[in-house]
Nanobody, 123 residues
C-alpha cells in the first residue's frame, strides 16, 4: 500500500516562509516524478511544482515561479516544497503526488496522493 504523508503546513504572515515535506512509504520516489498541488476553497486543484524522476528538471507555474522550490531526497524517500515570500493568495491545502512516469506531470492524473496539509497566509 502506497502512503504519502505531508507535513509542515501552518499559519504564517505574508512575506514569510514554510517548508513542506512529503514522505512516502510503499513506494520508492526515485522510480518516478513528483508534484505539489494546492486547492483553495471553492477552487480546482492546481499544480504548483514538479520534479522529474532524476531530479534534473523542475517546473513551476508563473504564480509561484521564483518563490517556490521543489526538491527531493531519495535517501529519505521525501520530497520538499520550500515556499518563500508567501502571499495571502497562497492559502490552500497543499498536496503531494507521485507518479511512475519519468517526466513532470502538471495535470491531476497522478495515481498516488497525500492527504494534504493546510497552509494559511495572513495579511
Amino acid at each position: 500500500q502506497v502512503l504519502l504523508v505531508e507535513s509542515g503546513g501552518g499559519l504564517v504572515q505574508a512575506g514569510g516562509s514554510l517548508r513542506l515535506s512529503c514522505t512516502a512509504s510503499g513506494l520508492t520516489i526515485s522510480s518516478g516524478s513528483l508534484g505539489w498541488f494546492r486547492q483553495a476553497p471553492g477552487k480546482e486543484r492546481e499544480f504548483v511544482a514538479g520534479i522529474s524522476r532524476n531530479g534534473g528538471s523542475t517546473y513551476y507555474p508563473d504564480s509561484v515561479q521564483g518563490r517556490f522550490t521543489i526538491s527531493r531526497d531519495n535517501a529519505k524517500n521525501t520530497v520538499y516544497l520550500q515556499m518563500n515570500s508567501l502571499k495571502p493568495e497562497d492559502t490552500a491545502v497543499y498536496f503531494c503526488a507521485a507518479d511512475r512516469r519519468w517526466w513532470i506531470v502538471t495535470t491531476t492524473d497522478y495515481p498516488y496522493w497525500g492527504q494534504g496539509t493546510q497552509v494559511t497566509v495572513s495579511s
